[in-house]
């Protein structure tokens, strides 16, 4: 898996950073902000409530991505982001990543740095696999977004618990209408 790749780091970060954010069961508290980023490999000692503040409208901006129609929308938007974030990317080798690439400069502040990693890994997502691998939970009732990294590139939902109680409920419905 390449680090900057798709299944990096900065997609599954920007999948939850929206839901946090724009989904009717989000936590979009200054800590579960914080939470989603450490969990998703980003550096949070520099995490402040403006970091919060700064990363909010952010996840308004890429939930469009995740719910863009086509191909075509999805580019329009990436492109006008491409414009909108300043990129100055470099090679670091710090911890146990080995050499890698890093899309915003160190002394950059936090939500720049993870605007910067999520433009670009969404980007390189769109490049690799085109608008089937992004969507919003087919879920009666759920407007999470996911991003999908299986194999076989047919994820509808945002979880397991998702797919399961749907599917669930066609088999009974089933059941039902024999």
């Known amino acids: 898996m390449r680090v900057t790749g798709y299944k990096s780091h900065g997609v599954g970060a920007a999948a939850a950073l929206v839901n946090a954010v724009t ?11 914080r939470t989603v980023l450490a969990d998703h490999g980003f550096f949070v000692d520099g995490f402040t409530p403006d970091t919060a503040a700064a990363l909010r409208p952010w996840a308004r901006t890429l939930r469009a991505f995740f719910e863009a129609g086509s191909l075509d929308t999805a580019v329009e938007l990436l492109n ?12 670091a080798d710090h911890d146990a990543l080995g050499l890698h690439l890093h899309y915003a400069p160190p002394q950059v502040d936090l939500a720049h740095r993870f605007r910067a990693t999520t433009l670009m890994n969404l980007s390189e997502l769109l490049c690799d696999h085109g608008i089937d691998r992004i969507g919003v939970c087919a879920a009666p009732g759920c407007d999470r977004v996911y991003a999908d990294d299986s194999r076989g590139g047919r994820r509808r939902f945002c979880s397991d618990a998702c797919a399961n109680r749907t599917n669930v409920a066609a088999f009974r419905a089933r059941r039902r209408t024999r």
């Open 23 to 33: 989904s009717a069961e989000g936590d979009d508290g200054d800590e579960a902000l």
């Open 80 to 91: 006008g982001l491409l414009t909108d974030v300043p990129m100055h990317p470099h090679l």
